[in-house]
């Protein structure tokens, strides 16, 4: 080996060693007036964000009560309520066959 | 079709309600609610009138429909009639009914306002299960439906009792 070429080791060799020991070279921005300033936009992205990530978490809440509150109030469609026609029946309150297969009954209201 | 007094506004339509219950006395209640759409409700509602659905003209129907006046208004001013929409619109408040248009077509609850065909497919439904089960169209109700039926009112999220 010449000494050319140990010359060229040994100097591949120390930028390896700084590069594993964190010597990097200056970033283009990387005075620390700099870092300051990035810094605090960073912090106001991230405050911006984390407002508008409540202000939607709080919509999501409300939508998800509303939801259960409609889903509590809202009859099972599958469900075959029995509802008393009895004295509707009775009173006369009824209009078709008394043989139909179907009965549906209405709420009424004059008004 | 059965009807059921649900007494939306009390201040303007109870009269009505009592006179429906009169006039059913006398055989009457279809003709009496059809006539009261025309004569009574559509005037009202075009001109803002509260007298058309008021007990004069509501006497003016009844005569045209030959119901014996004396008999209407004793029967309308009867406890019987009073109770008769009470115990209806409890019947109702079993199962959240509180507002209008309401069906329960063989139990099946329609609340709110529907598309025609979202109503003709659950009668359809309706009549192919009361056909399949054999009974006879005048019992079915009373022994399907009433019998079999969930006895009040029962969320989606309410699991269903065995």
């Not at chain 2, 025609?116 to 192919?128: A, G, N, S, W």
Request: aromatic share 8%; hydrophobic share 40%.
């Amino acid at each position: 080996m010449n000494v050319i070429n140990r010359r060229a080791m040994l100097a591949a060799a120390i930028s390896g060693l700084a590069a594993l020991g964190g010597c990097h070279p200056p970033p283009p921005h990387g005075t620390p007036a700099n870092h300051e300033e990035r810094l605090a936009r960073l912090e106001q992205a991230y405050a911006r964000n984390a407002e508008a990530l409540e202000f939607l978490r709080k919509v999501y809440e409300q939508q998800k009560a509303q939801q259960e509150a409609r889903d509590t109030d809202e009859p099972d469609p599958d469900a075959t309520f029995a509802v008393n026609i009895a004295e509707d029946v009775k009173a006369g309150q009824v209009d078709g066959s008394p043989q139909a297969l179907v009965t549906i009954v209405e709420a009424w209201d004059f008004g | 079709m059965v009807f059921k007094n649900l007494v939306v506004h009390p201040q303007i339509v109870m009269v009505a309600h009592k006179a429906g219950c009169a006039a059913a006395k006398q055989g009457k209640f279809v003709a009496f609610k059809n006539a009261f759409w025309d004569k009574a409700f559509d005037p009202y509602a075009a001109a803002h009138d509260p007298s058309k659905l008021g007990e004069g003209n509501i006497m003016t129907i009844a005569k045209d429909l030959g119901l014996d006046p004396a008999r209407l208004t004793a029967d309308m001013n009867s406890p019987g009639c009073a109770a008769r929409i009470e115990d209806d619109m409890a019947e109702l408040a079993k199962f959240h009914v509180n507002a209008t248009p309401t069906f329960f077509i063989n139990g099946k609850i329609i609340d709110g306002a529907v598309a025609k065909e979202e109503f003709k497919k659950v009668i359809d439904e309706q009549l192919r299960l009361a056909e399949a089960s054999g009974v006879p169209g005048a019992d079915y109700y009373d022994k399907v439906v009433f019998a079999k039926g969930e006895r009040q009112f029962r969320s989606k999220k309410t699991p269903k009792q065995p």
